[in-house]
């Protein structure tokens, strides 16, 4: 089983920064892919970033240029930072990893999420 979880939600002004962190605890063979999602009230789970185990990252148009995405695999740990912060940002971020890890069947490719972080920025 793999566990995340996320910190550094909080509230913020508009153009303001927060850095969400991610850390992985548990057991597996290997980290593929490992992304931040972020779902608003009334709104799908929308992709923001991800970031794959050879560092190709992907962001969604809304962010780019204003957030970065990281992983530090010392630490099994991934971060967003997010800079120039609208209120259209407001919502809650996921953290999830797809992991290869070895179950009572063999081995298998799972996804896990973590329990989110919530953002919130004032205009």
């Known amino acids: 089983q793999v566990q995340l979880v996320e910190s550094g939600g909080g509230l913020v002004q508009a153009g303001g920064s927060l850095r969400l962190s991610c850390a992985a605890s548990?057991?597996?063979?290997?980290?593929?892919?490992m992304g931040w999602y972020r779902q608003a009230p009334g709104k799908l789970r929308e992709l923001v970033a991800r970031i794959t185990s050879g560092g190709f990252t992907d962001y969604a148009d809304s962010v780019k240029g204003r957030f970065t995405i990281s992983r530090d695999n010392a630490k099994n740990s991934v971060y967003l930072q997010m800079n120039s912060l609208k209120p259209e940002d407001t919502a809650r971020y996921y953290c999830s990893g797809r992991y290869l890890i070895r179950g009572p069947t063999g081995r298998g490719e799972y996804d896990y999420w973590g329990q989110g972080t919530q953002v919130t920025v004032s205009s």
């Open positions: 548990g057991s597996w063979i290997s980290i593929n892919a």
